[in-house]
T-cell receptor, first 114, second 113 residues
Framework: GEDVEQSLFLSVREGDSSVINCTYT??????LYWYKQEPGAGLQLLTY?????DMKQDQRLTVLLNKKDKHLSLRIADTQTGDSAIYFC??????????????FGAGTRLAVHP | DGGITQSPKYLFRKEGQNVTLSCEQN?????MYWYRQDPGQGLRLIYY???????QKGDIAEGYSVSREKKESFPLTVTSAQKNPTAFYLC????????????FGEGSRLTVL
């Protein structure tokens, strides 16, 4: 079945790089996504990668995709206190009615300390 | 500004009572979704709607009901049949066929006393 797994917690020092990892099961996923949730708020789409890409860079964010191992990672360079949040990995799947859906991981809580 | 508005942000309910959470969007999106978030469990899909007057059960629909009478609105009722309703509820919307690019509201936290 479809499943997305992430470690639940990551602590980094301000200015260091953060790497959040995710594994997924559905090899047919067309896109893979990273969402960010700040405390007490909804999620916002951070970035996504098409399944035929290995890497995508967007300013301080780098997404790496290893399709063979079904492993996705999000690297945040020069991590700041404002990056403290929960980061969700998600893969695209399919409802029984044929519509696309997202399957979310449990989220990784990133804590940035001075 | 376009966006999704959920209300109320905080809600307390006694056991045995039904409660309705509001979700309104002005993004002109066809699809709307309700998720439940519990600590350490990520997001679980309750109901979704791809078009007005149509909706489908998600992964954990038992004890919940929805309606989609208007494109802009997708209210969720948490009924007394929901055994463990205390949670953070998130509404989202997307353009048709773009379920990966979800726009979320700020959430409603329901506590059952």
């Amino acid at each position: 079945g479809e499943d997305v797994e992430q470690s639940l917690f990551l602590s980094v020092r301000e200015g260091d790089s953060s790497v959040i990892n995710c594994t997924y099961t559905d090899s047919s996923s067309t896109y893979l996504y990273w969402y960010k949730q700040e405390p007490g708020a909804g999620l916002q789409l951070l970035t996504y990668i098409f399944s035929n890409m290995d890497m995508k860079q967007d300013q301080r964010l780098t997404v790496l995709l290893n399709k063979k191992d079904k492993h996705l990672s999000l690297r945040i360079a020069d991590t700041q206190t404002g990056d403290s949040a929960i980061y969700f990995c998600a893969e695209s799947g399919m409802f029984s009615g044929g519509y696309n859906k997202l399957i979310f991981g449990a989220g990784t809580r990133l804590a940035v300390h001075p | 500004d376009g966006g999704i508005t959920q209300s109320p942000k905080y809600l307390f309910r006694k056991e045995g009572q039904n409660v309705t959470l509001s979700c309104e969007q002005n993004l002109n999106h066809d699809a709307m979704y309700w998720y439940r978030q519990d600590p350490g469990q990520g997001l679980r899909l309750i109901y979704y709607s791809q078009i007005v007057n149509d909706f489908q059960k998600g992964d954990i629909a038992e004890g919940y009901s929805v309606s989609r009478e208007k494109k802009e609105s997708f209210p969720l009722t948490v009924t007394s049949a929901q055994k463990n309703p205390t949670a953070f509820y998130l509404c989202a919307s997307s353009m048709a066929g773009q379920a990966g690019e979800l726009f979320f509201g700020e959430g409603s936290r329901l506590t059952v006393l």
